[in-house]
């Protein structure tokens, strides 16, 4: 009975102590869950209250550094000379220390007019006199400041302190002059030339002529300049006062200069064509291997003849060579051995060709009259003048297509205009019907090179080349 006693006894307080186990492991349990969950509201609380630490820093950080993907190579511009650093990706930026950076600087245009000096100017802008007086030293190797004329236009630039630092000059299309302070120059400044940047394009314009080839052409978008370029050209063929008609055509290729984007002037004709009266007439500028320059036809015949086709380059008839005419004042009929050019007083008269002035002054009812010899073979005569061109005088020479007068209504007249003729052999004939011939044609070598250019330029004369600036007269 008492082993029966002794053995529930035991196996109760194994049973006692297994429940005690229970109980104080789900004690323990329910702690850490606590304390746990006291972890997780404090967090939760800092959170709120406080905000991210970690996004806190890495913002202080982006603030401070901007953003680089791995690997990539920054470019960091020092702000006083403007020029980049190379910077890999952990190395710093190189610091720029601020008092280095240069002064601002103000530019002031100066647009010369009558009588203002170099002196004046700068004394303006209240430029010490020594300054000036360096600064027209200085230039005078590269461009004599004292010869500035009306038009021109100087950039003068002025420091932080008003101090002048440097003049800017363009004496001419394509040249300019800078003069610059510089403490180790003997006058305190250094002046140097530099070429002004500039290009060229060629433009062909064409057009029909319905009044005159100089008004079609102008409506076309051409210079004057080239107008009367191109009546040069044509003078031994063409007599642009007389002979042109309604219908007529032209092209002219050629170029134009431009500086910083502004046209600045016309080159020279490249190639022309003109058709007066169905018959086609073409120019062509050729450099023979010697670098002479001149005019050809397609044969490759100069355009150069022994004299002009007229004296005037825009007229018209008023009187024509005839061997019996009734003249207006005389109130008879006499021969007129010449051509009669109406034109306004004042209009220049060329001379038709090279040659010597054989008589220059007044010849009874011809008026002021000038008679020039070219060769054996012909001579020229031109009368009724307004006045002689300066140096026109017995013996002087003179060249093809020089001015040797004006047109005016001296002698017996009843109105302006130049009385022209033309002498053959010693013998008065019509002007009109003189054929002169070329002075010379291309050979040999010459010859290929040429029709290699007439290639080229007939090519851009016909609108073949998309890379040419195409303008025609708005008819």
């Given at each position: 009975?008492?082993?029966?006693f002794?053995?529930?006894?035991r ?12 109980v ?17 509201f ?17 913002e ?75 600064v ?42 800078i ?14 030339k530099?070429?002004?940047p ?33 009546t040069d ?21 050629f ?6 984007g ?48 007229s ?35 004042g209009t ?16 009874g ?14 001579s ?11 140096g ?29 003729e ?7 004939v ?25 290639n ?11 890379s ?8």
């Amino acid at each position: 009975m008492d082993e029966f006693f002794k053995v529930k006894k035991r196996e109760n307080r194994i049973l006692s102590n297994k429940s005690n186990r229970r109980v104080k492991g789900r004690s323990g349990l329910r702690r850490r869950l606590f304390v746990l969950c006291a972890l997780v509201f404090v967090a939760v609380l800092s959170f709120f209250l406080l905000g991210d630490p970690y996004a806190t820093s890495q913002e202080a950080v982006a603030s401070k550094e901007p953003a680089r993907e791995p690997g990539v190579v920054e470019r960091v511009v020092n702000s006083v000379d403007k020029k980049p650093y190379i910077v890999a990706e952990d190395e710093p930026a190189p610091e720029v220390a601020q008092e280095s950076q240069k002064p601002s600087f103000t530019t002031v245009e100066l647009s010369i007019k009558k009588n203002d000096t170099l002196y004046n100017l700068l004394r303006d802008l209240k430029v010490p006199p020594e300054d000036i007086i360096n600064v027209a030293k200085s230039s005078r190797k590269v461009y004599d400041l004292r010869k500035l004329r009306s038009g021109d236009l100087l950039k003068v630039s002025l420091d932080s302190s008003e101090d002048l630092d440097s003049i800017e000059f363009r004496y001419a299309d394509f040249e300019s002059m800078i003069i610059e302070r510089d403490p180790d120059a003997s006058h305190g400044f250094t002046a140097a030339k530099y070429e002004v940047p500039h290009y060229s394009e060629e433009a062909l314009v064409q057009g029909e002529i319905t009044n005159s080839l100089y008004e079609s052409a102008l409506r076309a978008g051409t210079d004057p300049k080239v107008i009367m370029d191109l009546t040069d050209i044509f003078a031994w063929d063409v007599d642009f006062a007389t002979d042109i008609r309604k219908g007529d055509t032209f092209k002219i290729l050629f170029e134009t200069v431009f500086v910083e984007g502004i046209p600045l002037r016309t080159g020279p004709i490249l190639a022309a064509e003109v058709e007066n009266r169905g018959k086609k007439y073409t120019a062509i500028y050729y450099k023979n291997s010697k670098g002479r320059g001149d005019y050809y036809d397609a044969n490759g015949k100069t355009l150069t003849r022994t004299l002009l086709k007229s004296p005037l380059r825009f007229s018209r008839i008023s009187s024509h060579f005839s061997k019996k005419r009734y003249h207006p004042i005389l109130k008879r009929y006499k021969p007129h051995h010449g051509i009669d050019y109406a034109a306004p007083t004042g209009t220049p008269v060329e001379t038709s060709g090279d040659g010597k002035v054989v008589y220059a002054g007044w010849k009874g009812g011809y008026g002021k009259y000038v008679k020039i010899k070219h060769n054996s073979t012909y001579s020229t005569v031109y009368a009724h003048l307004s006045r002689i061109g300066k140096g026109i005088r017995k013996g002087a020479r003179v060249k093809q297509g020089q001015v040797i007068g004006k047109v005016g209504k001296t002698g017996r007249v009843t109105g302006p205009h130049l009385h022209y003729e033309v002498v053959v052999r010693g013998k008065v004939v019509n002007p009109l019907s003189v054929k002169s011939k070329a002075r010379k044609s291309l050979k040999g070598d010459e010859k290929t090179r040429f029709s290699q250019l007439k290639n080229n330029v007939m090519a851009k004369l016909e609108g073949n080349d998309p890379s040419i600036i195409v303008a025609m007269a708005d008819n």
